[in-house]
């Protein structure tokens, strides 16, 4: 069973950083997409980035492009995204999420079948 597994939300000021990470397991994820995406109050679920576990390929939104890092350890099985120069329209809840690789990818909520619970991102001006 697949299990995504986010950490690392909180609170922070803008112009400040925080570091994401997703555990996954249950299954190799050797061709599968990995991504993040968030969700604002009142808001759509949107792509923040994307990275394709074998290849370490990585895909951003344009919002978050040149301040937003996603990574992957393949020895403890788990994403990261590192977050920079945080502003307060960042503040979201940020979900992991898996899909088996499919090109282009997708960044809609729709492609995705693995999906953590989400963690708390709220950045203060």
């Known amino acids: 069973q697949v299990q995504l597994v986010e950490s690392g939300g909180g609170l922070v000021q803008a112009g400040g950083s925080l570091r994401l990470s997703c555990a996954a397991s249950?299954?190799?994820?050797?061709?599968?997409?990995m991504v993040w995406f968030r969700q604002a109050p009142g808001k759509e679920r949107e792509f923040v980035a994307a990275i394709i576990w074998s290849g370490g390929n990585t895909y951003y939104a344009d919002s978050v492009k040149g301040r937003f890092t996603i990574s992957r350890d393949n020895a403890k099985n788990t994403v990261y995204l590192q977050m920079s120069s945080l502003k307060p329209e960042d503040t979201a809840v940020y979900y992991c999420?898996?899909?088996?690789?499919?090109?282009?990818?997708?960044?809609?909520?729709?492609?995705?079948?693995?999906w953590g619970q989400g963690t708390q991102v709220t950045v203060s001006s």
């Open positions: 249950g299954r190799t994820f050797s061709n599968y997409a």
């Open positions: 999420a898996a899909a088996r690789l499919g090109l282009p990818v997708s960044t809609t909520s729709d492609g995705y079948n693995y």
